[in-house]
């Protein structure tokens, strides 16, 4: 493919299996720079294990993984790190101990295009960071004493503050309020008139339904729906296997 061409994130053909069990089975689709697309689909339908199949923390047994048309199958989570794909995790791990700013400042130091070389030029890009997310006044805080939803924006700042060009988030709005989800969505929303990619995994119907451009469901590891949210939503595929079972 022409690289000028080629969508920010691709997957081709992604499987991924843990000792007999397929957590990812054949998924390919494509991703745009500014667009959110949604993931969806039941408690161990491959999500996270997708997530951590783009940012590198495992490779995939078979298929491809391309950046902007280059193949990154292979590459270690650091390097696509530094090619600009950023992620949240769905269990929180601050470092304990270290103030917020500091947790925020660890991922300016090791982000998109090797981070930041010195430590006062990432605690000022962290503290962007952090008010972007409504938490500047929370600086100086230790982050272990951040609750639920502190540590959720916590998330997002530490992944924004190495300036990604591919944002993947893993259920930053579990355990939200309606007011906090509210907040949450108009934060993605800013990061996407950014021009950044954003790859967003979550169970609140609502919200995802309005936040994404395109939806996709995953179950069994198998893609079993990938279009507009109203068309995903209203397939019985997707009903029959998730929303039957959950809904928001
Ligand atoms: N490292 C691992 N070793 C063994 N099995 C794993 C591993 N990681 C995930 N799995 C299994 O792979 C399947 C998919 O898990 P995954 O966490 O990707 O699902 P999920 O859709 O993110 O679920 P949830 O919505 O509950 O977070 C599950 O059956 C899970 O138990």
Do not use: W
């Not at 959720?152 to 591919?166: F, G, Q, S, T, V």
Request: proline share 4%; glycine share 12%.
């Amino acid at each position: 493919m022409n690289a000028a061409a080629a969508p920010l994130l691709e997957l081709r053909h992604v499987t991924q299996r843990f000792s007999g069990l397929v957590a990812v089975s054949d998924v390919g689709f494509t991703l745009a720079p500014g667009e959110i697309l949604g993931l969806i689909g039941p408690n161990g339908a491959g999500k996270t294990t997708l997530i951590n199949l783009i940012s590198g923390t495992i490779r995939p047994i078979e298929g491809e993984v391309l950046l902007d048309g280059k193949n990154i199958t292979r590459l270690p989570a650091f390097r696509r790190a530094r090619l600009g794909i950023g992620r949240t995790f769905q269990i929180m791990q601050p470092f304990p101990g270290l103030s917020v700013l500091d947790n925020v400042a660890i991922g300016a130091l090791f982000g998109h295009g090797g981070g930041q070389s010195q430590l006062g030029k990432a605690r000022e890009q962290a503290r962007q960071s952090l008010e972007f997310v409504g938490l500047g006044k929370f600086a100086d805080q230790r982050a272990d004493e951040l609750g639920g939803p502190g540590r959720k924006r916590l998330e997002l700042a530490k992944a924004l503050a190495m300036k990604p060009r591919l944002l993947l988030c893993d259920e930053v709005m579990a355990g939200l309020n309606h007011v906090e989800i509210e907040e949450v969505i108009a934060v993605i929303r800013k990061v996407r008139e950014q021009g950044i990619g954003i790859l967003v995994i979550e169970h609140v119907i609502k919200a995802i339904r309005s936040l994404s451009d395109r939806l996709l469901v995953l179950h069994h590891g198998q893609k079993i729906a990938d279009g507009t949210p109203g068309a995903v939503l209203a397939d019985p595929a997707v009903v029959q296997a998730y929303l039957g079972k959950k809904r928001a």
